[in-house]
């Protein structure tokens, strides 16, 4: 006995040759493993879509990671000494925090958390400014409007949205402006940061969003935010082109950013960039990371260290040498002096000014108050004379 | 001069304003094409266009969050929340960086925003759409609390608003869109922190806002079968706070009700109250009392009758009020 198979089993040459649709979230997907230019050692890797950024561009990068870190470090004993409330340390994430300001102009805004206070100095910003909050003085020292860069975000997330908004507004009055908002790993499992990239997606906003995965939220490891391959994966879901970057290879981040915020500022939408990178020192002062991750991790990492990395990869191009480290190593001195100097000088803050921005001009009811303070506060000094 | 809905005068308030400044716009759920589930952005988006006018994702904080990035662009976002309830995904965005950004900048930045809510209830509405959430505003430094109870007022608190260097909630209250009154528009009513006399009277102070508004007007219509001349103030703007006319009038009468529909306890009315006793204790002839929801969740529609305030109660507690110098009885128990 014979059968016939069914013919609908077999595919017709026609049918064979024809090609599969394009998968219109393939372009969306980040590399399967982090982009890097560098090794750990400092030697370049070719990276197809990823030329090394121009080589003026990577020895100013060295020299702002330099500082940066001599910043972060001088930030840390500050607190020690008590001239700051908590600082939130960003050290071995200094290719994260000076490759990412690095890449956008001065035109565009940055949306920097708490931890960004090395990319702010980074980007010129005065640093006892930068440090007004951590101070405790007040909550932002610089001129957010002037130098186009957000007050630093302390609720998690919710500038993603900022940024989105700012972004379709400067492209609705015909600006070129990117916005560039930085967030952390624990903050893209806020309702926030979903909003804000989804936000920027559907009005085609020009924003880069730079997710510093640095493994912890405090103390509760990635692996309790996200069950994806890479937070990078976020971005398809949304409609969002999407890269994820050793994080650690300054060369690298320098490279994934400036394409991206080629890609935002060309009229394409946002982008969205994962650095993996390791927060070398506790959350804060006030915090002890001893409690959830052991020394050996924490060394590991301290041998894959971005400034080791880009200085072994400019002497190796020849354009930096002993001198020139020397130098630049002086420089950061110079700057940790004067930031002790200008930080050790105690700084009155006038506690009437508490009234002065509440609203455009104060209610009924907060000129009282500001009266009774004022009574207060005249009070109090003359007791003090009389008691003196 | 013609007959106006609290809706068509805000409407216009939105159109006009829109024609006035090309920074204004206006963005929320079903905002766009359906012109809001209450149609107050009817036409807009024709009228203006989709930079003027558009629909977002249906994501709350969201909207303000990015209301606030185009404020800081320069623009003049307008959001609507579509209900009372559903505003309170965007919470965090209001009260920590809506309420705060200029103060946290010393005025470098500033947010000059219209979040306009739909609140309150008595339209019959199921759970999550009559909320009375003024008080999470008003407790909130940075905030501008607005609402209005008549037509003009509609439209000329609306356009001041808009105009605002602060951020305004705007609360519109929903059982009143479609209450008409005779009115020309455009108009301008009393600016900003000023309250205002309805209906003046001798012998107590009614103190409403929003939609608590007419109840303490039908009361104190009411009060006159009873031999009682009642005067009603109406706030207009819970923040910024009008004490000057809310003492002046207390102190004329003696006797004071506060009257809101939310829930009482730390609500507004009790603010209310407790500034009238500092302020009037020597003219008092009686406790400031409260006439205000009951402290329970929003009832299903067909209880809100027993939540919400009434002439009725509005009338037992002025009855209350201590004509004959004696004291309220309900606090004599042992």
Same mark, same amino acid.
């Given at each position: 006995?014979?059968?016939?198979p069914?013919?609908?089993?077999?595919?017709?040459?026609?049918?064979?040759?024809?090609a599969?649709?394009p998968?219109?979230?393939?372009?969306?997907?980040?590399?399967?493993?982090?982009v890097?230019?560098?090794?750990?050692s400092?030697?370049r890797i070719? %990276?197809?879509?990823?030329?090394?950024?121009p080589?003026?561009?990577?020895?100013?990068?060295?020299?702002?990671?330099?500082?940066?870190?001599?910043?972060d470090?001088?930030?840390?004993?500050?607190?020690? /000494?008590?001239?700051?409330?908590?600082?939130?340390?960003?050290?071995? @994430?200094?290719a994260?925090?000076?490759?990412?300001?690095?890449?956008?102009?001065?035109?565009?805004?940055?949306?920097?958390?708490?931890?960004?206070?090395?990319?702010?100095?980074?980007?010129?910003?005065?640093?006892?400014?930068?440090?007004?909050l951590?101070?405790?003085?007040w909550?932002?020292?610089?001129d957010?409007?002037?130098?186009r860069?957000?007050?630093?975000?302390?609720?998690?997330?919710?500038?993603?949205?900022?940024?989105?908004?700012?972004?379709?507004?400067?492209?609705?009055?015909?600006?070129?402006?990117?916005?560039?908002?930085?967030?952390?790993?624990?903050?893209?499992?806020?309702?926030?940061?979903?909003?804000?990239?989804?936000?920027?997606?559907?009005?085609?906003?020009?924003?880069?969003?730079?997710? @510093?995965?640095?493994?912890?939220?405090?103390?509760?490891?990635?692996s309790r935010?996200?069950?994806?391959?890479?937070?990078?994966y976020?971005?398809?879901?949304?409609?969002?082109?999407?890269?994820?970057?050793?994080?650690?290879?300054? %060369?690298?981040?320098?490279?994934?950013?400036?394409?991206?915020?080629?890609h935002?500022?060309?009229?394409?939408?946002?982008?969205?960039?994962?650095?993996?990178?390791?927060?070398?020192?506790?959350?804060?002062?006030a915090?002890?990371?001893?409690?959830?991750?052991?020394?050996?991790?924490v060394?590991?990492?301290g041998?894959?260290?971005?400034?080791?990395?880009?200085?072994?990869?400019?002497?190796?191009?020849g354009?930096?040498?002993?001198?020139?480290?020397a130098?630049?190593?002086?420089?950061?001195?110079?700057?940790?002096?004067?930031?002790?100097?200008?930080m050790?000088?105690?700084?009155?803050?006038?506690?009437?000014?508490?009234?002065?921005?509440?609203?455009?001009?104060?209610?009924?009811?907060?000129?009282? /108050?500001r009266?009774?303070?004022?009574?207060?506060?005249?009070?109090?000094a003359?007791?003090?004379?009389?008691?003196? | 001069?013609?007959?106006?809905?609290?809706?068509?005068?805000?409407n216009?308030?939105?159109?006009?304003a829109?024609a006035?400044?090309?920074?204004?716009?206006?963005?929320?759920?079903?905002?766009? @094409?359906?012109?809001?589930?209450?149609?107050?952005?009817?036409?807009?988006?024709?009228?203006?266009g989709?930079?003027?006018c558009?629909?977002?994702?249906l994501?709350?904080?969201?909207?303000?969050?990015?209301?606030?990035?185009?404020?800081?662009?320069?623009?003049?976002?307008?959001?609507?929340?579509q209900?009372?309830?559903f505003?309170?995904?965007?919470?965090?965005?209001?009260?920590?960086?809506?309420?705060k950004?200029?103060?946290?900048?010393r005025?470098?930045?500033?947010?000059? !925003?219209?979040?306009?809510?739909?609140?309150?209830?008595?339209?019959?509405?199921?759970?999550?759409?009559?909320d009375?959430?003024?008080?999470?505003?008003?407790?909130?430094?940075?905030?501008?609390?607005?609402t209005?109870?008549?037509?003009?007022?509609?439209?000329?608190?609306?356009?001041?608003?808009?105009?605002d260097?602060?951020?305004?909630?705007?609360?519109?209250?929903k059982?009143?869109?479609?209450?008409?009154?005779?009115?020309t528009?455009?108009v301008?009513?009393?600016?900003?922190?000023?309250?205002?006399?309805?209906?003046?009277?001798r012998?107590?102070t009614? %103190?409403?806002y929003?939609?608590?508004?007419?109840?303490?007007?039908?009361?104190?219509?009411?009060?006159?079968?009873?031999?009682?001349d009642?005067?009603?103030?109406?706030?207009?703007? !819970?923040?910024?706070?009008?004490?000057?006319?809310?003492?002046?009038?207390?102190?004329?009468?003696?006797?004071?009700?506060?009257?809101?529909?939310?829930?009482?306890?730390?609500?507004?009315?009790?603010?209310?109250a407790?500034?009238? /006793?500092?302020?009037?204790?020597?003219?008092?002839?009686?406790p400031?009392?409260?006439?205000?929801?009951?402290?329970?969740?929003?009832?299903?529609?067909?209880?809100?009758?027993?939540?919400?305030?009434?002439?009725d109660?509005?009338?037992?507690? %002025?009855?209350r009020?201590?004509?004959?110098? @004696?004291?309220?009885?309900?606090?004599l128990?042992?």
């Amino acid at each position: 006995m014979t059968t016939t198979p069914p013919a609908v089993r077999r595919a017709s040459p026609r049918t064979r040759r024809a090609a599969a649709p394009p998968d219109p979230a393939r372009a969306l997907l980040p590399s399967p493993q982090p982009v890097r230019l560098l090794d750990e050692s400092g030697a370049r890797i070719a %990276v197809a879509g990823y030329p090394e950024p121009p080589t003026d561009s990577l020895r100013e990068l060295y020299r702002r990671m330099v500082i940066g870190r001599r910043f972060d470090l001088q930030s840390t004993a500050l607190t020690k /000494q008590g001239r700051l409330a908590v600082y939130p340390s960003a050290r071995g @994430q200094e290719a994260c925090q000076v490759g990412a300001v690095m890449a956008v102009r001065d035109t565009d805004w940055v949306f920097p958390t708490y931890r960004e206070s090395m990319a702010l100095v980074s980007r010129g910003l005065d640093p006892v400014e930068v440090l007004t909050l951590l101070r405790g003085d007040w909550h932002c020292g610089y001129d957010p409007a002037a130098r186009r860069t957000a007050p630093q975000c302390t609720p998690l997330a919710t500038q993603t949205v900022h940024a989105a908004g700012l972004a379709y507004g400067e492209a609705q009055q015909g600006r070129d402006t990117v916005a560039l908002a930085f967030i952390g790993d624990g903050a893209t499992s806020e309702g926030d940061f979903h909003e804000g990239v989804n936000f920027a997606a559907v009005f085609r906003a020009p924003v880069v969003f730079f997710v @510093q995965n640095n493994r912890y939220a405090i103390s509760v490891p990635l692996s309790r935010q996200t069950a994806a391959p890479s937070l990078a994966y976020k971005g398809v879901g949304y409609g969002v082109a999407s890269e994820q970057v050793d994080g650690n290879d300054p %060369v690298a981040v320098l490279a994934v950013l400036t394409r991206a915020v080629a890609h935002a500022r060309a009229g394409n939408g946002p982008f969205l960039v994962e650095a993996h990178t390791y927060r070398m020192e506790p959350h804060t002062n006030a915090d002890d990371a001893s409690r959830y991750r052991d020394g050996a991790e924490v060394e590991a990492w301290g041998g894959r260290d971005p400034i080791d990395r880009l200085e072994t990869h400019l002497r190796g191009l020849g354009v930096l040498d002993d001198a020139a480290v020397a130098a630049i190593r002086d420089e950061a001195e110079a700057f940790a002096a004067d930031l002790r100097t200008r930080m050790n000088a105690e700084p009155t803050v006038d506690p009437l000014s508490l009234f002065d921005h509440v609203y455009a001009a104060p209610t009924p009811q907060l000129v009282e /108050q500001r009266e009774q303070v004022r009574a207060e506060l005249a009070a109090a000094a003359e007791n003090k004379e009389v008691a003196g | 001069m013609g007959t106006v809905t609290m809706a068509k005068a805000l409407n216009a308030a939105l159109r006009d304003a829109m024609a006035d400044d090309d920074r204004v716009v206006v963005f929320g759920e079903d905002v766009g @094409q359906l012109g809001g589930v209450f149609r107050i952005t009817d036409g807009l988006l024709a009228a203006y266009g989709e930079r003027r006018c558009f629909d977002t994702p249906l994501a709350e904080a969201g909207i303000v969050g990015f209301a606030v990035g185009m404020a800081m662009s320069g623009l003049r976002p307008v959001v609507e929340m579509q209900f009372d309830a559903f505003a309170y995904p965007a919470f965090e965005q209001i009260a920590s960086h809506v309420a705060k950004l200029r103060n946290r900048t010393r005025g470098a930045l500033s947010v000059p !925003i219209v979040i306009r809510v739909p609140y309150a209830g008595g339209i019959g509405g199921v759970e999550h759409h009559c909320d009375s959430s003024e008080g999470y505003y008003a407790h909130t430094p940075g905030l501008k609390v607005v609402t209005p109870a008549t037509v003009p007022d509609a439209y000329s608190l609306l356009r001041e608003a808009i105009a605002d260097p602060d951020p305004v909630v705007f609360m519109e209250p929903k059982k009143l869109y479609f209450a008409s009154a005779d009115a020309t528009l455009p108009v301008t009513t009393e600016p900003f922190g000023r309250a205002v006399v309805r209906r003046p009277g001798r012998d107590a102070t009614l %103190v409403a806002y929003g939609p608590s508004v007419p109840v303490a007007l039908e009361a104190a219509e009411a009060a006159r079968g009873e031999g009682w001349d009642l005067e009603v103030v109406d706030l207009r703007t !819970i923040v910024p706070f009008d004490d000057e006319t809310v003492t002046a009038s207390v102190r004329r009468t003696g006797r004071c009700v506060v009257i809101q529909e939310a829930q009482g306890f730390a609500g507004v009315g009790a603010e209310i109250a407790a500034r009238v /006793q500092e302020r009037c204790f020597h003219s008092l002839h009686a406790p400031v009392l409260r006439v205000s929801g009951l402290d329970i969740p929003y009832p299903a529609p067909k209880l809100e009758h027993v939540h919400l305030p009434d002439v009725d109660r509005v009338l037992d507690a %002025v009855a209350r009020l201590q004509w004959d110098d @004696q004291p309220d009885p309900r606090w004599l128990a042992a």
